[in-house]
């Protein structure tokens, strides 16, 4: 009998160490998963929380459109380096009937820039004006982004039941994952060169994984905006704190810049390739039409038969990208300000003429495309994308920054939110690179109230004439590439989703002229003869991060997570 009673405790307290371990498991790390198969409905992002907030709201009966919002608003509670309401981005859907929609809630530049405004009196680019500080925020878009896709395209109603989730994690705090801990700890000494030491996000001692984050102002703007829709960001309280924060600070946005900003649907590109149909995001973003230069380049050649990174399929799409930035820094900015040749530069003839000096074993020179060199390398970027695509088959996909990891440091005081850096996105001068080596000219030069260029590329892919794939990616100039190969491993290589997104990636950009890639991206053999070829290598830590859902021909759904960020999530039902 004491035996048995002794070996029931033991039995016991063996079970309640091991639920306590769980427990504690399950409250400090969040269960991640990478790749899902489900039948009906799923969603990435790049935070747990916000993936299952989307879900919430689909189980809700909410539709795409629904869950993206009430994801937006969550990222920018709790991934607070891209996630945002003080940034802007782009929304490319699709509908069950086969309706697309591109909505462009980019940033702008306030009325009070001006061209030459981050040159000094020699007319040198000053360091870091453009992407640290008050100076370097567009004029914000994201909040009435959100309402004008709800308006237009959302099911749930109020509006407001799409924040509150994101309202109640800032009130009462969520706990913070390692990544998200490193990131804060790491930026420390650039919030407190921007703000008072009493900002949320600064502690001296660093960030540690399962602390509770509480933003209680960011909780209060969230409310106002439930309570108020446009108006409780764009006047009132919110514009009051947001413009007090510039005029105490040399900043240029007025509450005149506020009032006057309206996000504005564009007309998406779309373009074949084969059997698929592209379907994605227009100028002010050069990921559209890079994207479809591309494929187009591609349908020339039998890629196929080369083989996935074989020499000759990454000679040939390096090459490809080579061309196709060039265009970019010469050709796309906003187009409500500069007229840009998007049917020329996709015409059939202008693409075939482009590829016309392609050598097979030789390595153009980015000099003889168009001119000037620089030394520059893309090594930290932020930016969020998430997909989503609902029981109907509605699909979303968006992608959303503050540009460089929390933007440009600058919080609203007394409204918890940050600002964003966008206007390193525009061409400070022609000829000099951006933070991510982009080159631009006459077409992205800043002008008030103009849209910065982007590189980001929300896409969806059908093929045969149904929803195929739904896919993006944070990582500044390196997203048109990630996307690119990403389709191209599943289209072209015949890839499983989850190993086309976790395959390492290689990029080119024109400028700098050197094939950027990921560890183990090439056999030694493929890099000696890249070389050969006349191509640099330059081996990056990675290079973007894909968030992709496919529809399988049984009509599964496989939802896929990046890798490369530990908190990307993928959820579905
Ligand atoms: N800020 C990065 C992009 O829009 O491309």
């Known amino acids: 009998m004491k035996n048995t009673k002794l070996t029931f405790l033991i039995f016991y307290a063996v079970l309640l160490t091991f639920f306590a371990c769980k427990e504690n498991q399950r409250t400090v790390l969040y269960d991640i998963d990478k790749n899902i198969m489900v039948d009906s409905a799923a969603v990435v992002s790049a935070h747990p929380l916000a993936t299952q907030i989307g879900i919430d709201i689909l189980k809700q009966g909410g539709n795409a459109v629904d869950a993206t919002i009430a994801v937006q608003f969550a990222l920018a509670v709790v991934y607070p380096r891209a996630g945002n309401i003080g940034g802007g981005g782009f929304m490319v859907t699709r509908s069950k009937d086969g309706n697309y929609a591109a ?27 453009s992407r640290l500080g008050h100076l370097s925020v567009g004029v914000p878009g994201t909040v009435a982004g959100m309402i004008a896709a709800h308006d237009s395209l959302g099911l749930i109603q109020p509006f407001s039941k799409l924040i509150e989730p994101a309202y109640l994690l800032a009130k009462n705090g969520f706990k913070i994952t390692k990544r998200e801990a490193e990131r804060l700890t790491d930026y420390q000494d650039d919030f407190l060169e921007f703000n008072d030491s009493a900002m949320v996000f600064i502690k001296k001692e660093g960030w540690k994984e399962g602390e509770l984050l509480v933003q209680t102002d960011l909780s209060s703007t969230l409310k106002r905006i439930m309570e108020k829709g446009e108006a409780g960001f764009y006047k009132g309280e919110t514009a009051r704190l947001l413009v007090e924060e510039m005029n105490s600070n040399n900043g240029i946005i007025s509450s005149e810049d506020l009032e006057k900003y309206e996000p504005l649907w564009r007309k998406p590109i779309v373009s074949n390739y084969k059997k698929y149909r592209m379907i994605s995001m227009s100028p002010p973003s050069s990921g559209g039409i890079a994207l479809a230069q591309l494929l187009k380049i591609m349908e020339q050649y039998p890629i196929s038969n080369y083989g996935f990174h074989s020499t000759k399929a990454v000679h040939l799409m390096v090459e490809a990208e080579r061309r196709v930035y060039a265009d970019r820094a010469e050709h796309l900015g906003d187009a409500d300000f500069y007229n840009v040749p998007i049917d020329s530069m996709l015409a059939d003839d202008y693409l075939l003429e482009r590829m016309q000096d392609f050598d097979l074993q030789q390595a153009t020179v980015s000099d003889s495309i168009l001119a000037s060199s620089f030394e520059t390398t893309p090594e930290s970027f932020e930016t969020t994308h998430t997909s989503v695509v609902d029981p109907m088959g509605n699909a979303v996909s968006v992608t959303t920054t503050l540009n460089l990891n929390y933007g440009s440091k600058v919080m609203v005081d007394g409204a918890g939110f940050l600002l964003n850096d966008e206007m390193d996105d525009f061409s400070a001068k022609p000829g000099e690179p951006n933070f991510f080596g982009l080159v631009g000219a006459e077409a992205n030069a800043i002008q008030p109230e103009k849209r ?66 990921e560890d183990s991206a090439f056999s030694d053999e493929t890099a000696k003869t890249l070389q050969s070829y006349g191509h640099q290598l330059s081996k990056k830590e990675y290079l973007a991060i894909i968030k992709a859902i496919q529809i399988l021909p049984n009509g599964k759904i496989q939802a896929v997570g990046d890798h490369r960020n530990p908190d990307d999530h993928a959820a579905g039902f």
């Open 103 to 129: 909505l462009d809630y980019r940033e702008k530049a306030p009325l009070a820039a001006y061209r030459d405004m981050y040159l000094d009196s020699l007319g040198n680019v000053v360091k870091d004006l």
């Open 452 to 517: 910065m260029l982007s590189s980001m590329t929300p896409t969806i892919f059908e093929k045969d004439g149904q929803l195929f794939m739904v896919v993006g990616a944070p990582g500044g100039s390196t997203i048109i590439t990630a996307v690119f190969q990403t389709f191209m491993n599943v289209a072209a290589f015949n890839m499983d989703l989850n190993n086309a997104v976790q395959a390492p990636r290689f990029h080119h950009q024109w400028l700098p002229d050197q094939i950027m890639y």
